[in-house]
């Protein structure tokens, strides 16, 4: 656990000094978090497909032993929820942000006044 907890403190350091451009006020720390999180979801989701593919492998080279097909069916199944979540995911998001008209960038000209 302890190994876990350091790597990643060590991957997550990097954001850290990316509050020297200006901290928390302008959000540019979230906005590197949410770039770094829009590049790892397409990793992700080829991740799963890997997974889904070592499944079909796995079936195939079963040679008809219950425990293997049982075991390579699982891994397919499992490929197939991680894919279908991880694009239910960003399907949603995007999804609620054309309809709502979500908009990351915040005019200051058009900010509701009293």
Do not use: H
Request: aromatic share 10%; charged share 20%.
């Amino acid at each position: 656990m302890k190994k876990i907890l350091a790597l990643v403190a060590v991957f997550l350091l990097p954001l850290i000094s990316f509050g020297q451009d200006g901290g928390l006020a302008d959000g540019n720390i979230f906005e590197t978090l949410i770039e770094i999180i829009n590049t790892l979801i397409p990793f992700a989701i080829g991740v799963a497909v890997f997974i889904f593919i070592v499944g079909l492998i796995r079936y195939v080279n079963a040679g008809g032993d219950e425990d293997k097909v049982k075991a390579a069916r699982n891994t397919i199944i499992w490929g197939l929820i991680i894919i279908f979540v991880m694009f239910s995911a960003v399907g949603i998001v995007n999804i609620l942000n054309k309809t709502f008209n979500l908009d990351r960038e915040l005019n200051r000209d058009n900010l509701p006044r009293i």
